[in-house]
Each structure stands twice: as structure tokens, then as C-alpha cells.
Nanobody, 120 residues
Framework: QVVLVESGGGLVQPGGSLRLSCRAV????????MGWYRQAPGNQRELVAV???????NYADSVKGRFTISRDNTENTVYLQMNSLQPEDTAVYYC??????????????WGQGTQVTVSS
């Protein structure tokens, strides 16, 4: 069993920055990938960024150049540095992890979500 604990959301003005964090807590053999999704009211949940166990990253086109995903492997923690935030970034951000709790048995876990609001 794994729990993803998120923090770092809040209210910022356009052009501001936030840093989200998500720590995977529990019995973990390895982490294949961790990432961030977001969902605004009435919208489909979308992938924001993902980082693989090997350190490779992928970003949604809408956040490229503004957001940076990183990971602290010793703490099983993933971060999302969000710069130049715009109102369209307003959403609930969910941490996601593809985790091996035992060898060759992957499972998907979700964080509880953290609200990011970008508004003047």
C-alpha cells in the first residue's frame, strides 16, 4: 500500500510561481515513473508532466518552458516547479505514481489533489 502526499498549492497572481511536492509513502520496491495531472471544473483530466525512473521527462505542450518536474529518489518525492503561471493553469493538481510494491507487480496511485488558483 502506497499513499501519495501532496502539498504546495495555493493562490497566486498571473506571472507568479508555485512549487508542488508529492511524497510516496509506504512499501515501495521501485518507482517506474511519477507525474502530475490537472483537472479544471468541467474539463478533462490532463497530463501535465512526467518523470521516469531513468530521469527522462515529458511535458504537456501548454506548460513547456514554464514548468519543470524533478524527483528526489532518496525521498521518493516528485516536484513540479511552476513559473509564469496563467489563469488557464488553474486546476486541481494530482500527483500520480507508477509503483512497484513487489517485483514485477506495478500499480498506479493518485494523490489527494492540491488546488492551484491563478487570479488577479
Amino acid at each position: 500500500q502506497v499513499v501519495l502526499v501532496e502539498s504546495g498549492g495555493g493562490l497566486v497572481q498571473p506571472g507568479g510561481s508555485l512549487r508542488l511536492s508529492c511524497r510516496a509513502v509506504g512499501t515501495i520496491f521501485s518507482i517506474n515513473a511519477m507525474g502530475w495531472y490537472r483537472q479544471a471544473p468541467g474539463n478533462q483530466r490532463e497530463l501535465v508532466a512526467v518523470i521516469t525512473g531513468g530521469g527522462g521527462t515529458n511535458y504537456a505542450d501548454s506548460v513547456k518552458g514554464r514548468f519543470t518536474i524533478s524527483r528526489d529518489n532518496t525521498e521518493n518525492t516528485v516536484y513540479l516547479q511552476m513559473n509564469s503561471l496563467q489563469p488557464e493553469d488553474t486546476a486541481v493538481y494530482y500527483c500520480n505514481a507508477d509503483v512497484m510494491t513487489v517485483v514485477d507487480v506495478p500499480d498506479i496511485y493518485w494523490g489527494q489533489g492540491t488546488q492551484v488558483t491563478v487570479s488577479s
